[in-house]
């Protein structure tokens, strides 16, 4: 039974050191007790924060049937047709505006960014690159030959700086 009571005993010392580590500031006495400052807060920047950024942004397709990517377009006055310059996850790359210019919010990683409208000298790009395209391709067929594999290369793509160059082909499924 003594064990019993030194233990309450022992439990009560704790807590009531632990009270005594604590210091409860009342709220009259937060102006006056010094350890608390208070700082205006701005409103405005807290509402930028939590408002999320707009930005204007259209729709952007690399081939005639291939799917609509969002491109932020910044102060470029761009229309549905227009042939812009984007830098893609592939390198530089033309593509065709398919949905009009307009605002949206920006959520999560940032937009790749259009460029330039195309210029002349990008479709002359386009045209230099359509010869070293078909070199590339022809040299993989020469290879797909040699090397005696199944499969047939269908056609190539490069991107406007020529850093990428695709080959497309088909194979049938089964194991090589």
């Not at 195309?118 to 359509?130: G, L």
Request: hydrophobic residues 35%; charged residues 30%; aromatic residues 6%.
């Amino acid at each position: 039974m003594q064990a019993e009571t030194d233990k309450d005993m022992t439990e009560n010392n704790n807590t009531a050191d632990k009270e005594k580590e604590v210091e409860i500031i009342e709220p009259e006495n937060v102006e006056n007790s010094g350890n608390v400052q208070s700082a205006p807060i701005d409103q405005s920047a807290e509402q930028k924060k939590k408002a999320p950024e707009s930005v204007s942004v259209a729709g952007v397709r690399f081939r005639s049937c291939g799917k609509v990517y969002t491109f932020e377009v910044g102060d470029l006055e761009v229309s549905t047709g227009t042939k812009v310059v984007v830098d893609s996850k592939m390198g530089l790359s033309l593509g065709n505006v398919v949905t009009s210019k307009h605002l949206m919010e920006r959520k999560g990683e940032p937009f790749k960014k259009v460029l330039r409208i195309a210029s002349e000298q990008d479709f002359e790009t386009i045209k230099n690159n359509r010869s070293f395209e078909d070199e590339a391709k022809a040299f993989c067929v020469e290879k797909v030959k040699s090397l005696n594999l199944p499969m047939k290369i269908v056609t190539t793509e490069t991107t406007l700086d020529k850093k990428r160059i695709v080959f497309y082909f088909t194979a049938d499924g089964g194991s090589w």
